[in-house]
C-alpha cells in the first residue's frame, strides 16, 4: 500500500481539481474517504486471508466499494451538492486502490470485487510499498517509501496544484478587469 500521506494528498488534490472552493467538510471527508479502505488489515488480525474478498486489498478497494460509500456520504454529507460531494469522494476513494496497484508489494488489488475476485496490479509497479504499522514506518523501509511517494505522487500533486492555482490566479485577476 501506498502511506497514509500519499493517499490523503492525491485525495486533496482531486478535491482542488474538481471543486477549487472545496469546503473543509468535503476535503475532510475525500481524504478520510483515501484512507479508509486501508482499515481492512483487521482482517489480519481476524485470520481473514489476504486473497479472500474480505481480505487486505479486497473488497474495501473495489470500485463497487469506492461507488457505495461515496454515494452514503453524498447523502448524508452534500446538501445541495451532491453531485460534487459523489464524483470528489468516490474518485478520492477509488484512488487508494489505484495507488495500491502501483505500488511494489502485495498480491494485487481486488478492483472488481464482489463480481470477480481476482487481484490486479498496474504494469509500473514504482511506488515504494509501505509497512504495515507505525513502527516499521519510521525506519529505512519507511524512508523509501516516503521518497518514492515524493516522486510519484507528491511532485506530480504539487504540479497539478500550483498550475490550478495559477489558472485561477489568472481567471480572476482577467475577470476583475
Not at 481492512?40 to 486489498?57: T, W
Not at 473488497?59 to 459523489?86: D, E, N, P, Q
Not at 505500488?103 to 504494469?123: A, L
Amino acid at each position: 500500500m501506498a502511506s497514509i500521506f500519499g493517499h490523503g494528498l492525491v485525495a486533496y488534490t482531486t478535491a482542488k481539481v474538481i471543486d477549487s472552493k472545496t469546503n473543509t467538510l468535503l476535503l475532510f471527508l475525500a481524504i478520510g474517504s483515501s484512507i479508509l479502505p486501508d482499515l481492512d488489515v483487521i482482517a489480519f488480525k481476524l485470520g481473514i486471508d489476504y486473497m479472500h474478498p474480505l481480505g487486505h486489498r479486497g473488497f474495501t478497494h473495489s470500485i463497487l466499494f469506492a461507488l457505495i460509500w461515496s454515494g452514503v456520504l453524498s447523502f448524508f454529507f452534500g446538501k445541495t451538492r451532491k453531485f460534487i460531494f459523489m464524483i470528489v469522494l468516490f474518485l478520492s476513494t477509488v484512488s487508494h486502490g489505484l495507488l495500491d496497484a502501483m505500488t511494489t508489494g502485495g498480491r494485487g488489488v481486488g478492483f472488481f470485487i464482489p463480481f470477480e475476485n481476482s487481484r490486479h496490479f498496474f504494469p509500473w509497479r514504482v511506488i515504494k510499498v509501505s509497512p504495515i504499522g507505525i513502527e516499521k514506518f519510521f525506519s529505512e523501509w519507511g524512508v523509501r517509501v516516503i521518497l518514492s511517494e515524493l516522486q510519484y505522487i507528491a511532485i506530480p500533486c504539487g504540479i497539478v496544484l500550483l498550475v490550478l492555482y495559477l489558472f485561477n490566479n489568472q481567471y480572476l485577476s482577467k475577470k476583475s478587469d
